[in-house]
C-alpha cells in the first residue's frame, strides 16, 4: 500500500533536510528519503556534507590547528608543553562524534517538525494523474515502500569526480571520504587539486607531519579568488610548507597498495615523478542522478549531468524541483540549504527567493579565505569603474593579541555611487567576519555605511571598519 504526501523529497543533505523541515512548517505532509549510512547501519542523515564534508573535515582542522599550535605556538604564551604527542585514533574518533551528534540532530528535528523519514534509496517509479510515484527501497533488505505526492524535490547531491586511470579504494587513493579516516599520518602526501578540499585537506594532514606536495593542473592559484588574496594565501601556505606546484599536467598513476606514482609535466614542461604514500584527489565533483530512475517520468538532464532547471529550481516536469549539488551553481551547502527552503515556500504559494551574488565563499585553512561578491579582476573585465580599500591584520590589536596577524579585508566599491560590489578577507576568523558583508550587500550597503558603523574594540571587525574607511583613502590605523 503506498503512502500519500504533499512533498517528497529525495535525499537528506543540507538542501534536502533544510527542505523536507520547511515544507513540513508551512502545513504539508512531507517525507525524507535518504541512504546514508552509519557504521552500524543506521541512518545517517545530512549528506555529504554532515557525513564526509564540511562538518568533519572543520572538526579536524580544528584539531590539527589545536595541535600545531601546541607544539609551535603556546610558547610564545608562556605555555610550555614538554612531551607532547599526537592520538590519531582519538582525534579521528572526535570527529566521527562530531558528525554523528549532526546526524542525530537532524532526526531530532525531523520527529519535531513531523517529517517523516525513511532510510533508503528514493527512485521514481512513474506519474499518474498529477502525482508522483517513488520507491524507497530501505537500507539493510527490508521490504520496499511506495511513496505518492504531488511535488517532489530531488536533493541527492554530488560525488567525488575520479581521475582516470586512478579509480578511488580509499585506502591509497583518496576522495574526501578517505582523506578523513587516513589510520596513520603519512610521511609522504600527494594532492592532486588545490581547491577548497584539496587545501583543506592538504592543511590537516601537513598541520600533523606530512609532507605535502599539492598539484594543480591551473597556472594560476585560486582562480575564483580576488588576485591580491589567491597571492597571499599563496605566499602564507608556502611559508607553512605546503608544496604547491601549479601549472602541471598529470600523466600516469600507479597505486601498488603501499605506495602511489604521480608522472607530471611541470609548467616548464619538464617530466617529473613523485612518490606519495597517500594521494588525495579533489578535482571537482560530479551530480548524483544515477538510480534515480529519471527516465522512467521523462526527467531531463543538462549535457554535464545535472538536473535541468530554471531559476526558480523547477525541473522539465510539472512539480518536481532540484536544490543543491545536483543543479547549476556553486556547490555549497547554504546555497543548498537556501534553494531548499525558496523551494519549499514556491510549493506554499509563497515567494522565495535566493540571491546568489550575495552567497559567501570560505575555504577553512590557516588563515581563512572568505568572499562575497565580485573580485578585482572581474570588475576590471566587466569594464566597472571601482574604489578599493584594505587592512591588514598585522594593525588589527584584536589579532595581536591572537598572535594571528596574517592576511587583511579588501572592500570593493563602486567609484560612482559607493555601493559595495565585493569584500574580500584572508585572516583569522574570517569565515565569520564575512557575515558583515553579505548582510551589507544585501542591503545594497555603501562602504562609507560600514565606516560610519561603531565596531567593538578591540575586535577583529575593526579590521572591516578599517577597509571601508581606506576606500576613501582615511583609514585610522594603517
Request: proline share 4%.
Amino acid at each position: 500500500m503506498s503512502k500519500n504526501f504533499d512533498v517528497v523529497v529525495i535525499g537528506g543533505g543540507p538542501g534536502g533536510y533544510i527542505a523536507a523541515i520547511r515544507a513540513a512548517q508551512l502545513g504539508l505532509s512531507t517525507a525524507c528519503i535518504d541512504d546514508w549510512k552509519n557504521a552500524k547501519g543506521g541512518p545517517a542523515p545530512g549528506g555529504t556534507c554532515t557525513n564526509v564534508g564540511c562538518i568533519p573535515s572543520k572538526a579536524l582542522l580544528q584539531s590539527s590547528e589545536n595541535y600545531e599550535h601546541a607544539g609551535h605556538a603556546f610558547a610564545d604564551h608562556g605555555i610550555e608543553i614538554k612531551g607532547m604527542s599526537l592520538n590519531l585514533g582519538k582525534m579521528i574518533a572526535r570527529k566521527d562524534a562530531v558528525v554523528k551528534q549532526n546526524n542525530d540532530g537532524i532526526l531530532y528535528l525531523f520527529k519535531k517538525n513531523k517529517v517523516s523519514f525513511f532510510h533508503g534509496r528514493g527512485s521514481f517509479v512513474k506519474a499518474d494523474g498529477g502525482a508522483y510515484e517513488v520507491n524507497v527501497e530501505p537500507i539493510g533488505g527490508a521490504a520496499g515502500e511506495t511513496l505518492v505526492a504531488r511535488h517532489v524535490i530531488i536533493a541527492t547531491g554530488s560525488s567525488p569526480r575520479a581521475l582516470p586511470g586512478a579509480d578511488f579504494d580509499e585506502k591509497t587513493v583518496l576522495s574526501n571520504i578517505g582523506a578523513l579516516a587516513i589510520g596513520a599520518v603519512p610521511a609522504r602526501l600527494g594532492v592532486i587539486g588545490a581547491g577548497v578540499i584539496g587545501l583543506e585537506m592538504g592543511s590537516v594532514w601537513r598541520r600533523l607531519g606530512s609532507q605535502v606536495t599539492v598539484l594543480e593542473a591551473l597556472p594560476s592559484f585560486l582562480g575564483a579568488v580576488d588576485e591580491q588574496i589567491a597571492k597571499e594565501a599563496h605566499k602564507l601556505f608556502t611559508k607553512q610548507g605546503l608544496a604547491i606546484h601549479l601549472g602541471v599536467k598529470i600523466g600516469a598513476i600507479v597505486n601498488n597498495a603501499e605506495q602511489v606514482s604521480v608522472e607530471y609535466t611541470d609548467d616548464k614542461g619538464v617530466a617529473q615523478k613523485a612518490q606519495f604514500d597517500k594521494l588525495i584527489v579533489s578535482i571537482g565533483r560530479v551530480p548524483n542522478t544515477n538510480g534515480l530512475n529519471g527516465d522512467a517520468v521523462g526527467l531531463k538532464l543538462d549535457e554535464r549531468g545535472f538536473v535541468a532547471v530554471d531559476a526558480e529550481c523547477r525541473s522539465s516536469l510539472p512539480n518536481v524541483w532540484a536544490v543543491g549539488d545536483v543543479v547549476r551553481g556553486p556547490m555549497l551547502a547554504h546555497k543548498a540549504e537556501e534553494e531548499g527552503v525558496a523551494v519549499a515556500e514556491r510549493i506554499a504559494g509563497q515567494h522565495g527567493h535566493v540571491n546568489f551574488n550575495t552567497i559567501p565563499w570560505v575555504i577553512y585553512t590557516s588563515p581563512e579565505i572568505a568572499w562575497v561578491g565580485r573580485t578585482e579582476q572581474q570588475l576590471k573585465a566587466d569594464g566597472v569603474a571601482y574604489k578599493a580599500g584594505s587592512f591588514p591584520f598585522l594593525a588589527n590589536g584584536r589579532a595581536r593579541a591572537l598572535g594571528d596577524t596574517s592576511g587583511m579585508v579588501k572592500i570593493l566599491a563602486d567609484a560612482s555611487t559607493d555601493e559595495i560590489l565585493g569584500v574580500h578577507i584572508i585572516g583569522p576568523m574570517a569565515s565569520e567576519l564575512i557575515s558583515e558583508a553579505v548582510v551589507a550587500m544585501e542591503f545594497r550597503a555603501s562602504a562609507e555605511d560600514i565606516a560610519r558603523i561603531c565596531h567593538a574594540h578591540p575586535s577583529l571587525s575593526e579590521a572591516t571598519k578599517e577597509a571601508a574607511l581606506a576606500v576613501d583613502k582615511r583609514a585610522l590605523n594603517f
